[in-house]
């Protein structure tokens, strides 16, 4: 039986490796720049949305948050407002917070699919949707 290293085999194995995972760090990256680039298509929509509702009109976005505490947002013509509280957050600060919090790449996909819903439903009711 021929001498064999099994430390060459660990090294070629390894390199391998390496690079699937770097291959991987570019695959999130580019994942990071589409969820951005989506995100602000997303706020844009919200803003202006929200800009077309009547000072009586109101959406409750169950189900966002933005931070560990849950709490009931609504989004009016004058920002998103905390049910309860008297503090109005603007549209786009909200949302760059609620993407912030959904932490990583899958969650914040998800979280743009379900502001993508409330913002579907917010056209439906607002008689002069965009």
């Not at 390894?14 to 991987?24: H, K, N, P, R, Y």
């Amino acid at each position: 039986m021929p001498d064999r290293c099994i430390f060459s085999y660990m090294t070629v194995d390894t390199s391998d490796i390496l690079q699937q995972i770097s291959e991987l760090d570019e695959m999130i990256e580019i994942i990071d720049r589409r969820i951005s680039i989506i995100t602000e298509k997303v706020r844009e929509q919200y803003l202006l949305t929200s800009s077309t509702m009547s000072s009586s009109q109101n959406y409750l976005l169950s189900g966002i948050q933005k931070s560990p505490s849950p709490k009931n947002y609504i989004i009016t013509n004058r920002g998103i407002e905390v049910v309860g509280e008297q503090e109005i957050t603007p549209v786009s600060e909200f949302l760059d917070t609620v993407i912030q919090y959904a932490n990583e790449p899958s969650r914040k996909i998800m979280i743009l699919k379900e502001l993508l819903k409330h913002l579907q439903k917010m056209n439906e009711m607002t008689p002069n949707n965009p």
